[in-house]
């Protein structure tokens, strides 16, 4: 079996209607390439019978690699697993309900020819989304671009290209909360982006919904950012300027007579403000000390019940 040129990684959870078609439009894409390529598909614990079919097309079609997780790990450990396993020199990570065509594989394929090292692909339309998915996607977006030092392209997805020295790289950062596009960006190297369609779900429902959106979120904010312990002290120094403020005021009132500060109303809102920001701060400390516990703990990142028939014989 020649070494694959290009690699095409495709984390799978319950797409049982939506494998076959994967399968077909990925083998089209890449044959009228003319050059060897292979297909990793990385079972993420799912139910529905995808497993079985992912097994069948590993032994259809010996250029179908399968990856079979123990239990369900979730999409970007099942993308880390890919890449991991991956041997060609172009790594193209993709998502399997077809919202990304594989037929755009070609053009980023194109851009490496060129010299770039990360080719992303830009989301110019979206199709089959509803207005608070579009909207929450757009804020979440800019907010990072915001918030933190890298430069991470507005709109774009983990669907991209990357060069073998990027996921070489990618693969020694063994962090369990990921967030693979800012680990991309993070790297370095050339990049450049490539405008696309984004096309509406081929089968089944979305993976990501509203918790897994926030939990993802969270892990990009926290992951590549100090802005909430930064706005943590910020609501510090604002609740204590604000009692600064307050005294003078609270002392020229009661000496005028004014019945307004009188009792205990003023001080219990004043005791719930401060509590409130002490409990604020004291939740994104959690947030943060949870993650260093969870890394101290060094656990693996995923754990495989069946690997590719052909890796016992490279290792």
């Known amino acids: 079996m020649d070494t694959p040129l290009y690699s095409i990684i495709a984390p799978i959870f319950n797409e049982l209607d939506n494998l076959p078609e994967l399968y077909r439009r990925v083998k089209e894409a890449m044959d009228s390439l003319g050059n060897p390529w292979e297909l990793i598909l990385i079972d993420d614990g799912s139910t529905d019978g995808s497993t079985d079919v992912i097994r069948d097309l590993a032994h259809d079609d010996h250029r179908v690699r399968k990856v079979v997780f123990a239990r369900n790990f979730g999409h970007q450990l099942a993308v880390t697993a890919g890449l991991d396993y991956s041997r060609g020199k172009a790594v193209v990570i993709i998502d399997s309900d077809l919202q990304d065509p594989p037929e755009v594989i070609p053009q980023l394929i194109e851009k490496w020819h060129d010299g770039y090292e990360i080719v992303y692909a830009i989301r110019a339309e979206r199709e089959g989304e509803s207005w608070f998915k579009l909207a929450t996607a757009s804020v979440f977006y800019r907010i990072i671009y915001r918030i933190t030092d890298l430069d991470i392209p507005l709109d774009t997805g983990d669907f991209r290209l990357l060069d073998r020295k990027v996921v070489n790289v990618m693969t020694q950062m063994k962090e369990r909360h990921r967030f693979l596009r800012g680990m991309s960006v993070w790297v370095g190297f050339r990049q450049t982006g490539v405008e696309y369609k984004r096309a509406a779900r081929h089968a089944g429902e979305t993976k990501y919904p509203l918790k897994k959106m ?44 004014d019945q ?44 495989v019940r069946e690997e590719p028939d052909d890796f016992q014989t490279e290792k």
Do not use: N
């Not at 120094?237 to 009692?243: E, R």
């Not at 959690?286 to 101290?296: H, K, P, Q, S």
């Open 214 to 257: 926030v939990k993802f979120a969270s892990d990009a904010i926290t992951g590549y950012s100090f802005f909430p312990l930064q706005l943590a002290t910020y609501l510090g120094f604002f609740s204590a300027g604000l009692s600064i403020l307050a005294i003078p005021v609270v002392i020229i009132t009661r000496l005028a007579g």
């Open 260 to 303: 307004a500060f009188l009792g205990q109303a003023t001080t219990l809102i004043a005791v719930l403000f401060l509590g409130g920001i002490q409990l604020i701060s004291l939740g994104v400390l959690g947030e943060y000390i949870g993650r260093i516990y969870d890394e101290a703990k060094g656990r693996p990142l995923y754990i």
